[in-house]
């Protein structure tokens, strides 16, 4: 599979913006798309999750609420709808497609790149 997003840019506390993955070349092990986000010091942490087919959903607590994953399979596109944005979600926003649930990062299969989201108060 690949994977690139695209979306990010700077916005202030309380704003939304959408990211985007584009998803080619899936495979039958790409079950799950992924978003996770990287902070400056921090360590790559999952945000949010969607199977592929079923389009049943899982979220990190953080974003509970504020986030929302969705996926246009016609479009082979995952989106992540963020609203109320805060300081604390500036990061480097990644896509990952994995087999199965996962919980952090190195149980994904494959990473598109990164797109910058800087939040300011």
């Known amino acids: 599979v690949q994977l690139q997003a695209f979306g990010g840019g700077l916005v202030q506390a309380g704003d939304s913006l959408r990211l985007s993955c584009a998803v080619s070349?899936?495979?039958?092990?790409?079950?799950?798309m992924n978003w996770f986000r990287q902070a400056p010091g921090k360590e790559r942490e999952f945000v949010a999750g969607?199977?592929?087919?079923?389009?049943?959903?899982r979220y990190a607590d953080s974003v509970k609420g504020r986030f929302t994953i969705s996926r246009d399979s016609a479009e082979y596109t995952v989106y992540l709808q963020m609203n109320s944005l805060k300081p604390e979600d500036t990061a480097v926003y990644y896509c990952?497609?994995?087999?199965?649930?996962?919980?952090?990062?190195?149980?994904?299969?494959?990473w598109g790149q990164g797109t910058q989201v800087t939040v300011s108060s």
């Open positions: 070349r899936l495979t039958t092990s790409d079950n799950i």
């Open positions: 969607i199977r592929w087919r079923e389009g049943t959903k």
């Open positions: 990952a497609s994995s087999s199965g649930v996962i919980t952090d990062a190195s149980g994904a299969g494959s």
